[in-house]
C-alpha cells in the first residue's frame, strides 16, 4: 500500500504517539547510574564506553528485533571511510567501525590521516572496536601473538581516542578458546553479526543494496556486517538507507513498528536475558531518529 504523496498517513498521529510511548516506557531503559539526578553535563565517553561494554559479553545481532545496527570492518579507510562516514551522518544514522591498527599507526601519512580520522568518528558519536593490529587470523597464529595483536591494538586506540574501546570483533569470526577467555578477562564486548551480504566479493556488489534490505526486513533486524574499505559498500549505503526508510513508512502505515537503525548498545543484554541499560545519549539520538523518520514519512510518501 503506497500513500499519495503529500498527504498525512491516517492514523499517522496515533502512530506517532503509540512508538513515542512505546520508546519511552518498553524500549530498553536507562537506568539511573552514578551522574546526579537531573545532570545535563555529558556522560564522559570513558564512562559511557564502560557502562555499556566492559563485562566481556558477546552480541550476534538475534537479541532484540526492530532495531538494525550497522557494522563497518576493516578501515579506517583514507577515500572510502569519508563517504561512508558522510552519508551515515546525513541519515543520523549510528554505527560502529571495527579498526585494524595497520591503517593507523606510524608516521607516514596514511597513518596520520587514519588517526585523524578515527578521532574525527568518535567525536561525532560513532563507536569504534578493536579488529586487531594487522588482520591476522587469531586461529591461524601462536596465541601470544594473537592476544599481542588484541591487547597492542587496543593500546593504539587509547593512545589516539584517549580510551581503549571494549567492542572487539575478531578478524574472518576466527577465534579459539584463549582468545575468547582473553577478550573476556580483559571486559571486551566480542561482537559478531547475522547480516552478512560478503560486500567484499565482487559478484554481490551489484546486488548489495538489495540483499541487505531483504535482510533487515526478513529477520527483522540485526547486526549487518559491511566493509568501509569498500567503494561498492559506500556507493550502495545510501541506497540501502532510502530503501529501508521507504520500506519503515509502509511499515508504519501498515501499523507496524518500524526497523530503526539504532547503536549497538540495544543488543547487550544482562546474564538473565533482560535488556541492557542503554544511556540516556543513546536513547535520545534514537528518539530523535524516530521522530525523524515519522516527519519523513508524511512528507515523502
Ligand atoms: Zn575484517
Known amino acids: ?19 513515542l510511548v512505546w520508546l519511552l516506557c518498553c524500549a530498553p531503559h536507562a537506568e539511573a547510574n552514578t551522574r546526579e539526578p537531573g545532570s545535563t553535563a555529558p556522560i564522559p565517553q ?4 564502560d557502562m555499556a561494554w566492559a563485562r566481556g559479553d558477546k552480541v550476534t545481532g538475534a537479541e532484540v528485533v526492530n532495531y538494525v545496527a550497522f557494522t563497518f570492518d576493516d578501515g579506517p579507510e583514507p577515500e572510502t ?15 560502529a567501525f571495527f579498526v585494524v591498527g595497520r591503517h593507523f599507526i606510524g608516521d607516514s601519512p596514511a597513518a596520520l590521516e587514519g588517526a585523524r580520522l578515527l578521532r574525527s568518528m568518535s567525536a561525532a558519536g560513532f563507536l569504534i572496536g578493536n579488529h586487531t593490529l594487522a588482520h591476522q587470523s587469531l586461529a591461524k597464529q601462536p596465541f601470544a601473538r594473537a592476544a599481542a595483536s588484541i591487547t597492542d ?7 589516539i581516542l584517549g580510551y581503549e574501546p571494549r567492542l572487539f570483533r575478531p578478524p574472518y569470526g576466527a577465534m579459539t ?7 573476556r578477562e580483559r571486559g571486551d564486548t566480542l561482537v559478531r553479526w547475522n547480516i552478512d551480504p560478503k560486500d567484499f566479493r565482487k559478484a554481490r556488489q551489484n546486488t548489495l543494496q538489495a540483499y541487505v534490505v531483504k535482510k533487515i526486513l526478513s529477520k527483522k533486524g540485526g547486526i549487518v556486517l559491511m566493509h568501509d574499505t569498500k567503494a561498492a559498500t559506500a556507493h550502495a549505503l545510501e ?46 539520538t534514537t528518539q530523535n531518529s524516530l521522530e525523524a523518520l515519522h516527519k519523513a514519512c508524511q512528507i515523502d510518501n
Open 177 to 183: 578458546s584463549k582468545t575468547r577467555k582473553l577478550l
Open 239 to 284: 541506497g540501502i538507507l532510502n530503501d529501508l526508510q521507504s520500506a519503515n513508512c509502509q511499515r508504519m502505515a501498515r501499523g507496524l513498528p518500524p526497523i530503526l537503525p539504532v547503536s549497538l548498545h540495544y543488543f547487550m543484554q544482562e546474564q538473565d536475558g533482560s535488556a541492557r541499560a542503554v544511556p540516556p545519549e543513546v536513547m535520545k
Open 46 to 49: 570513558q564512562e559511557l564506553e
Open 1 to 19: 500500500m503506497e500513500p499519495a504523496r503529500g498527504t498525512v498517513l491516517p492514523g499517522m498521529r496515533a502512530l506517532q504517539l503509540i512508538s
Open 81 to 95: 571511510t569519508p563517504q561512508v562516514l558522510a552519508i551515515l551522518e546525513a541519515h543520523r544514522v549510528p554505527a
Open 153 to 159: 591494538n587496543a593500546l593504539e586506540l587509547a593512545k
